[in-house]
């Protein structure tokens, strides 16, 4: 840098140019200012909008892909050059024509992720260029350490591409990747070298003890009864007893009740087997609700019921918490009405009323009938009439309800 004097000298010789200069030197600290104001901005509003709502892992992710773009773009510029023999301008624009494809084929695979949740024919073009300018890239290395570096570059830059899509087609979806029937997990369970759920050693290894007697006790059993030569019975008892004996010193069955419940379960379980031929479960979601006669009375209250009183139950026995609310209410209505007129409502006739099924009412009721008043009425009727409160007696006309007993 020149002395101050010689820029003294110089400014005193060359006024003109020396103020060009000067002005030149601001202008250019001030568009120097302006534009570093504009990136700082464009760089806040980039971090503010892109990276800052985004987790640490894919910005991650993002970055370490780049860097592996790259290597990968670096190997393609000498390909260009030592294998494609181009140099100046032409290998500045067609050098990185892969990566481009690649980096295209990359938005449009997370666009059709969002608009039709598949990645699609973009997705695959992903991988097939990756893979084409990994193996160009390392067709030009040097050694073979830069070949496999060359190769490994554009498919981890693949893979974390991958891995950031797996993310997003998690929260699109709400689900997560397949599940492969065939997993290293899956095999050891399948040889018998690992459990399926956190029981430990000891709690394994009593249940397959017990399992092996109550095995042992079935098969002793259908051949005593089916007649076998003596010989396989005896050999039956003896491994029956053997796992017994095994079962009592391993497992404490002889002092541990939950372990000889267990054992027991197992062996009704056993012996019943056939029985589930004969079995008639119902379908849980068969909605065919059978019409079910109302509780027969008493013979002695019999003669005083109307054969129009038999009601049948055709109202669904499920409904919502809203509905169940609502008939609730207008059930409790009509017995506060009833009980008010010194009225006790048989099971019949809050069906009847409110529309709801004897179930459902035979239930309300028998809470209902509890309460003070209610069960005065009961009491009256139980001792002058000798009505004992089914659920179905009839109910008495006002003329004949005794006065309240209190």
């Given at each position: 840098?020149?002395?101050?004097e010689?820029?003294?000298?110089?400014?005193?010789?060359?006024?003109?140019?020396?103020?060009?200069?000067?002005?030149?030197?601001?202008v250019?600290l001030?568009?120097?200012?302006?534009?570093?104001?504009?990136?700082?901005?464009?760089?806040?509003?980039?971090?503010?909008?892109?990276?800052?709502p985004?987790?640490?892992?894919d910005?991650l992710?993002?970055?370490?892909?780049?860097?592996?773009t790259g290597v990968?773009a670096?190997g393609m510029?000498r390909?260009?050059?030592?294998?494609?023999?181009?140099?100046?301008?032409l290998?500045?624009?067609?050098?990185?024509?892969?990566e481009?494809?690649?980096?295209?084929s990359a938005?449009?695979?997370?666009?059709?992720?969002?608009?039709n949740?598949s990645?699609?024919?973009?997705?695959i073009?992903?991988?097939?260029l990756?893979c084409?300018?990994?193996?160009?890239s390392?067709m030009?290395?040097?050694?073979?350490p830069?070949a496999?570096f060359?190769l490994?570059?554009?498919?981890v830059?693949a893979?974390?591409?991958?891995?950031?899509?797996?993310?997003e087609r998690h929260?699109?979806?709400?689900t997560?990747?397949?599940?492969w029937?065939?997993?290293?997990?899956?095999?050891?369970?399948?040889?018998?070298?690992a459990?399926?759920?956190d029981r430990n050693a000891s709690?394994?290894d009593?249940h397959?003890r017990?399992?092996?007697?109550?095995?042992?006790?079935?098969?002793?059993?259908?051949?005593?009864?089916?007649?076998?030569p003596?010989?396989?019975?005896?050999a039956?008892?003896?491994?029956l007893?053997?796992?017994?004996?095994q079962?009592?010193?391993h497992?404490?069955?002889?002092?541990?009740q939950?372990?000889q419940e267990?054992?027991?379960?197992?062996i009704?379980?056993?012996?019943n087997?056939?029985k589930?031929?004969d079995?008639?479960p119902r379908?849980?979601?068969?909605?065919?609700?059978?019409p079910?006669?109302a509780?027969?009375l008493?013979?002695?209250?019999?003669e005083?019921v109307?054969?129009?009183d038999v009601?049948y139950?055709t109202?669904?026995?499920?409904?919502d918490s809203?509905?169940?609310?609502?008939?609730?209410?207008?059930?409790r209505?009509?017995?506060?009405?009833?009980?008010a007129?010194?009225?006790?409502p048989?099971?019949i006739?809050?069906a009847?009323?409110?529309g709801?099924?004897?179930?459902?009412?035979?239930?309300?009721?028998?809470l209902?009938?509890?309460?003070p008043?209610?069960h005065?009425?009961i009491?009256a009727?139980?001792?002058?009439?000798?009505?004992?409160?089914?659920?179905?007696?009839?109910?008495?006309?006002?003329d004949?309800?005794?006065a309240?007993t209190?």
């Amino acid at each position: 840098m020149p002395p101050f004097e010689e820029i003294a000298a110089f400014i005193s010789e060359k006024p003109f140019v020396a103020t060009i200069i000067g002005v030149s030197a601001l202008v250019a600290l001030a568009l120097a200012y302006v534009f570093g104001r504009v990136a700082w901005r464009a760089s806040s509003t980039f971090f503010t909008r892109y990276v800052a709502p985004r987790p640490v892992e894919d910005v991650l992710t993002v970055v370490a892909a780049c860097i592996a773009t790259g290597v990968s773009a670096q190997g393609m510029w000498r390909f260009s050059e030592d294998v494609l023999g181009l140099d100046g301008p032409l290998r500045l624009l067609l050098f990185a024509f892969i990566e481009i494809a690649i980096i295209t084929s990359a938005v449009r695979a997370r666009r059709n992720m969002r608009e039709n949740y598949s990645a699609g024919i973009d997705g695959i073009a992903v991988w097939v260029l990756t893979c084409l300018t990994a193996v160009l890239s390392s067709m030009d290395a040097g050694s073979l350490p830069e070949a496999v570096f060359r190769l490994a570059a554009p498919l981890v830059a693949a893979w974390l591409w991958e891995r950031g899509m797996a993310i997003e087609r998690h929260r699109i979806r709400g689900t997560g990747r397949i599940n492969w029937r065939l997993t290293p997990e899956r095999m050891l369970v399948r040889l018998g070298l690992a459990e399926v759920n956190d029981r430990n050693a000891s709690e394994v290894d009593a249940h397959r003890r017990l399992t092996r007697v109550a095995l042992a006790a079935k098969k002793a059993k259908a051949l005593r009864e089916g007649g076998a030569p003596e010989r396989k019975v005896r050999a039956a008892l003896a491994k029956l007893d053997k796992a017994m004996d095994q079962a009592v010193e391993h497992t404490g069955l002889a002092v541990d009740q939950t372990r000889q419940e267990a054992l027991l379960a197992q062996i009704a379980a056993l012996y019943n087997t056939s029985k589930l031929v004969d079995a008639d479960p119902r379908v849980p979601w068969e909605q065919n609700h059978q019409p079910v006669p109302a509780r027969a009375l008493p013979p002695v209250l019999a003669e005083l019921v109307d054969d129009d009183d038999v009601v049948y139950d055709t109202t669904p026995q499920v409904v919502d918490s809203a509905e169940r609310a609502r008939l609730m209410r207008a059930a409790r209505q009509y017995w506060d009405r009833q009980i008010a007129k010194r009225i006790v409502p048989r099971t019949i006739d809050i069906a009847q009323e409110v529309g709801i099924s004897l179930t459902i009412a035979r239930e309300w009721r028998a809470l209902w009938k509890l309460e003070p008043q209610a069960h005065s009425l009961i009491e009256a009727l139980y001792q002058e009439h000798g009505i004992v409160d089914t659920g179905a007696f009839p109910a008495i006309a006002d003329d004949r309800v005794l006065a309240d007993t209190k």
